[in-house]
């Protein structure tokens, strides 16, 4: 067992009670679906507000901001608050990200949109949004001076503007005919690298180490792992990914690599748009034009940016080995 | 020209240049359309995101926090950025409520899901919500302690869920077959009087005032104001209302008086929930019920309640008048 799966199976516990209390819990039988909703959500419960054990997701964002914090010599305790924080804003995010995109099913059960309405889901995510930054406010608890406290409040709330911002650009593109690699970027810059940007500063100014290198590991980090997902939505194993091979050119999203191969080959375009190309024509076009390469090249650039930044940092330490452990298996996942 | 006229045309403009630094302007011609839905909910541009001049609400939030500031002898300069958050927090609701109502038009204008789609006005709603919280952080420029700010920021944020959890309810009211007064009540709890409260509140606070008896005027008159509104959505005269007469009862909404109306007369449930029943019938059942004037009483006893709240804490400048002549003018609107 390497030593960051050792800090996750000692944090989470910790991690998790920390949520749960941040989101509290119904003071009268009226509000139990208004709880209950988030409750589902976060995986505590069942569709029928029993209490339950399900996937929940990795607590990645949570754990790198733990992590980070114990890394950087601070105390991890301390820092669960904002750890909280970040991982109930990433959730709020998602109900939002489900409704947004009709989905019906995450991590094998019913969207809380599918079960309870639009209505009610969007105010679920309100809900939880605000729960996020009320997160926040349990550092006071922990002994964190309120002048710091208002700062990772304003960068907790410099990343939420990113996310919407990165969530404009992606539902933008949807209806756009061509999408540049810039804005390509622009929007996983927001939706995927600002908030674990976030979550590593965040991690180091708790422990009172400047956090510059820190959040462009996570941001590198972020931009890496989001381009690595492109490339799995595409030639990922569908055995290992859980979904069908190519599942993202099926649903003709927007990927990275269909943004180079439109760049790439004019005609490319058109047999994007055309619901009768043949899987294998984009597949072949992918990979002759040189745009799934280049995408590759991309996620390796922003790999080793991530690796150099953790590197100028100089954590020698078990925490710092255990971070990056992690974002080398985060690099290298398959699914 | 009473007092609190005169304090509106004085910040008013003071008040919308705050709001429009904290939403802030594109960094890129990209992010344009991304600022223009906010700035077109705001009434600040038109649907072609050329700037205009548009009805945006009257802005009762916000001036009810500086006017509390002023009248606890505060300066209303410190506390712009406190009411600019406040009345974006209450436009990304309205953002967000037109989604879950399917209102199609807001003060004559079109909303913002008619014209950009309901997945972009969620986004826009989000990022609306943010923007309410980074208007806060502008405190520090004005010179606030951060623990001020803190406390601040942490009433805010329970008003925010209170907000949420009101509209958790009044959704959950379109398909309950019964409601009762004690629901009614914890929903407008929430929908109205947690932010007024928190508008007055956060006023006296900022004025170094202990915000007790302001927080409790401001929700009292929270309370009045929304019970006054469920009496003229059916008895307002269309004249002054803008809408058609017993409007509310046309769309059979589970306002106040018909609540009580259904716990005086249990075949008033069926009548109500049949369209064919006519709206003279359904008239004067209310009326005969005495459904109407309790609910008039109630109002009633929640002005009270907002005059008692102030007269205790002894405003006794021509702020603290202009205060009480603005809560008059609000509970005796007759639209």
Redesign the interface.
Known sequence: MTSWETFFNEWMPLLEAEMRAAVGEPAHP??R??YGMLAYHLGWVDAQLQPARQDAGKRIRPMLCLLACAACGGDPAQALPAAAAIELLHNF?LI?DD???RSETRRGRPTVWALWG???A??????L???A??AL?RL?ERGV???R??EI??RF??A??ML??G???D??FESAERVTVA?YM?MIQGKTAALLGAATGIGARLADHPPGDLEAFGEALGMAFQIQDDLLGIWGDPAVTGKSAADDLRTRKKTLPVILAMERIPEFVERYRDPQTPLEILLRDLEHSGARAEAETMAALFTQQAMAALERVELRNPYGEALQDLARVLLSRTR
Chains 1, 2 share one sequence.
Request: proline residues 2%.
């Open positions: 009226s509000e679906l208004f995010s939002h409704i947004q995109d639009i209505a009610q969007i105010n679920a995510g309100d809900a949004f605000t729960i930054h009320r406010w006071r001076p309120a002048k406290i208002l409040a304003e709330d410099a939420c503007l919407t911002r969530q404009h650009f539902l933008a804005e622009a």
